[in-house]
């Protein structure tokens, strides 16, 4: 046994090692197209396309944004949610040796601009109805054409239609401007074909976001290598073929749903079935007509698909597979998911994963044929991970509880303009290899199965996705009324966290609902809709640690606590 990988005995017929192609994601995507052709590639509401045809879209895609002036080295923010024409862009930035930067389409208009400067982007994709978000902070960017898709660009006629006469009515006309090219007419144009440009397998190929410790976000820049090593280790741990289908519920800004649910589809020639925005009804409702077997998500997601009277009466025998990362999984959550699927014809247990967006996403799983409580499993071929004491660079021996670190193909080039970051995180050790310190404490047993136990960054997770406390306190602290806060997250059965926020007024007469609304509307315009907080409590003064800093852990204890006595929290929950 490899005292250093004791997991690799649990592999089955899982390769310990992968060949990776040196090439580009859009060049390794075509040697999948070349491999399967006639395959499909994706599924949008009935709308297909097979390898061969997505393929023709990614090359007519490139040619028109090289016509428009994108070129190597140039960065294009795309804001959309998973639709073709995300990940169609996707990999023509690639095919053109751009940088792909990724962003939530719902970012609030300070968010973009933000987005934008620190990529240096000169150029975006989003959707007609986030034009005017766009448009108004063009003067303070670098935004020199902005290509605008509406979600019908994909729809059949029926589906066009029914969308055209809901929410395509409330959606703000676009005028005529010249910051703008649509989508469609865009991909109508006979441009000149556009060569691969000379970009290679280390190069840096997309950016992704995420939070510190100092609550601003930091762009995470990520290679081809990256990418294409992370999505064929997922392709091959989880043994995506041309016949599997996948549910891609969640979003193309977010690592686990670009590097799982796109990419290492992709690398393995699967079928990735795309869903825009979520709803429990809409997935149950593509489980029944389109039979995924491969379904990944957060813990609010199966959460949620438990509680639909749809899932609950849908055939689930087409489910092989099931993975829950992105936060812990309460056993509650895993048990009632798995009741559901059981009594519905699968067999499928859900299974914990655990990664990060600086190594794309996911890297570590239970293996199909082994499952332990509470372990998020065992890392993927070429990655390895371990335990060191926190601070240190120093192995610890199994059962001893520490840092996760990780090492690997997966893991990053680097934070954006933010060397000292860089430094803090990415670590040559004794062994002469870069590993990654996470931050997050865990353990690993005998047999070198990792056990994820807590952040320690001081972050919170609501529905899947981060929240930094810091960059909430922050804006709050422009309000005239507020004189001190504190950001939390309260455990919440159905968001796992909720965000609730802490206030000391100046005049603290003024505290009451009317208030609590208006700093709420405050946040809501500078931030995203799950980092607002949905409650405020004002108090007189908050708790400090003996150094003198806000004690944030005493408040979480006491919201715990009032949980526990209105009998909606146990230790098993978390």
Not at 43 to 57: I, K, L, N, V
Not at 204 to 231: D, H, Q, R, W
Not at 528 to 543: A, N
């Amino acid at each position: 046994m490899d005292e250093k990988r004791p997991w690799l005995r649990f592999y089955g017929d899982i390769p310990p090692s992968i060949d990776y192609p040196q090439v580009t994601m859009y060049e390794a995507l075509k040697q999948t197209v070349e491999k399967t052709p006639d395959a499909l590639a994706y599924d949008f509401f009935g709308t297909t396309a097979t390898y061969r045809q997505f393929a023709a879209e990614i090359d007519r895609c490139a040619d028109a944004l090289a016509a428009l002036g994108l070129k190597q080295g140039d960065r294009m923010t795309i804001s959309m949610p998973t639709c073709p024409q995300a990940i169609v862009c996707f990999y023509a930035i690639n095919k053109l040796g751009g940088v792909a930067s990724m962003i939530h389409p719902l970012s609030t208009a300070s968010e973009i601009e933000f987005y934008l400067n620190l990529s240096q982007s000169r150029f975006a994709l989003t959707l007609d109805a986030f034009y005017g978000k766009f448009k108004e902070v063009e003067t303070r960017t670098g935004l020199e054409r902005l290509i605008l898709a509406r979600i019908p660009d994909y729809l059949g006629w029926v589906k066009r239609l029914g969308f055209n006469l809901t929410k395509g009515r409330k959606i703000p006309s676009v005028p005529d401007d010249s910051l703008t090219i649509w989508w469609r007419e865009m991909m109508g144009r006979n441009d000149p074909s556009a060569p691969k440009a000379a970009t290679g397998f280390k190069d840096l190929a997309v950016i992704l976001y995420s939070g510190g410790t100092t609550g601003t976000p930091k762009g995470i820049m990520l290679s081809n290598e990256n990418f294409i090593c992370e999505g064929m280790q997922v392709s091959v741990f989880g043994n995506l073929a041309s016949e599997d289908a996948i549910l891609a519920i969640l979003p193309v800004f977010h690592g686990f749903g670009l590097g799982v649910c796109i990419n290492a589809a992709f690398m393995g020639g699967a079928k990735s079935i795309l869903v825009p925005q979520f709803t429990p009804e809409d997935v149950a409702k593509l489980i029944r007509s389109k039979r995924p077997n491969f379904i990944v998500g957060v813990p609010t997601l199966f959460e949620a698909l438990s509680r639909s009277e749809r899932f609950r009466n849908s055939d689930l025998s087409c489910i092989t597979a099931a993975f829950s990362g992105a936060d812990t999984l309460p056993r509650v959550v895993k048990e009632r998911f798995e009741a559901v699927v059981r009594k519905q014809g699968g067999h499928s247990q859900l299974r914990e994963g655990y990664g990060l967006t600086e190594a794309v996403t996911a890297i570590m799983a239970m293996p199909m044929s082994e499952y332990r409580e509470g372990s998020v499993g065992i890392p993927f071929p070429d990655m390895d991970a371990k335990i060191v004491a926190r601070g240190t660079t120093e192995s610890l021996s199994p059962g001893e509880e520490g840092e996760i670190c990780i090492s690997g193909p997966a893991v990053m080039i680097g934070y954006l303009d933010n060397a000292e970051e860089t430094a803090k995180t990415l670590k040559t050790h004794a062994d002469g290899r870069i590993w990654l310190h996470t931050g997050d404490v865990g353990t690993m047993d005998p047999d070198g199965f990792f056990y994820f136990k807590l952040r320690e960054k001081r972050m919170i997770k609501s529905s899947g996705m981060n929240v930094y406390p810091a960059q909430v306190e922050d804006l709050l602290y422009k309000h005239p009324a507020v004189l001190e806060a504190c950001v939390i997250g309260v455990p919440d059965e159905k968001q796992v966290e909720r965000v609730k926020a802490f206030v000391v007024l100046n005049d603290p007469e003024k505290a009451g609902t009317a208030l609590e609304k208006e700093l709420i509307d405050f946040c809501r315009k500078d931030l995203i809709k799950w980092s607002c907080p949905r409650e405020i409590e004002f108090r007189s003064e908050l708790p400090l640690t003996l150094v003198g800093k806000v004690a944030f852990n005493e408040l979480v204890l006491e919201e715990i606590e009032k949980l526990k006595g209105e009998g909606k929290f146990s230790d098993g929950n978390k």
